[in-house]
């Protein structure tokens, strides 16, 4: 049994959201949501960033059959037009606009989000680690812009975006002040 909580609200249809790749020096943010389903548990959900890649992938094949879910890319070009900040936000905004339920409350990992029509929210810092649906979204969002920057990485193979996935390496930004 996973040692994070399963719920905020028990008696509420409650979704999950995180983001990857707001510190990334390329690439997209991108957002999910996720709804687990009461009674359906996962084990080893646990934050994104303290799970291997093969964990992440072996539990993102559990999640898309388990779940209610929904993944979404922002650009460059949205984050360069309003700000990465914002367009994690606009991120978790299309996921939840792509779930095929309405939740009816929203937990977000992190400190900062903007009304979602009239669902309450609430703003979990390190949610991530807490809740499971928070987990499931940081599992998800990952997997999804790991393989996005892998793609990318076969037309530009010089940023090494493979290994750093758009990350600031060393190696990542020498190849950028090399071109």
């Known amino acids: 049994m996973s040692a994070l909580k399963p719920f905020l609200q028990a008696k ?3 979704v999950g959201c995180d983001e990857a790749g707001r510190g990334c020096l390329a690439g997209p943010v991108t957002a999910a949501a996720v709804i687990i389903p009461k009674g359906v548990t996962i084990k080893g959900l646990n ?25 979404q890319f922002v650009g460059p070009e949205k984050i360069d037009e309003i700000n990465i900040l914002n367009a994690s936000i606009l991120g978790m ?29 609430e703003c979990i ?21 790991d393989k996005f920057m892998e793609n990318a990485h076969k037309q530009f193979p010089v940023y090494g ?17 090399a071109s």
């Open 12 to 14: 509420r249809i409650e």
């Open 47 to 71: 934050d994104s960033k303290q799970l291997t890649a093969s964990n992440r992938e072996a539990l993102r094949f559990e999640i898309e059959e388990k779940c209610y879910w929904s993944v």
């Open 93 to 121: 905004h299309l996921a939840l606009d792509g779930l095929t339920i309405r939740p009816e409350h929203i937990l977000i990992d992190g400190n900062k989000f903007k009304p979602y029509r009239d669902i309450s929210t």
């Open 125 to 145: 810092i390190k949610g991530d680690g807490i809740y499971q649906s928070i987990a499931a979204a940081s599992i998800l969002a990952k997997t999804a812009r």
């Open 161 to 177: 975006w493979n290994v750093n996935k758009g990350y600031p390496t060393k190696a990542h930004v020498t190849a950028i002040n």
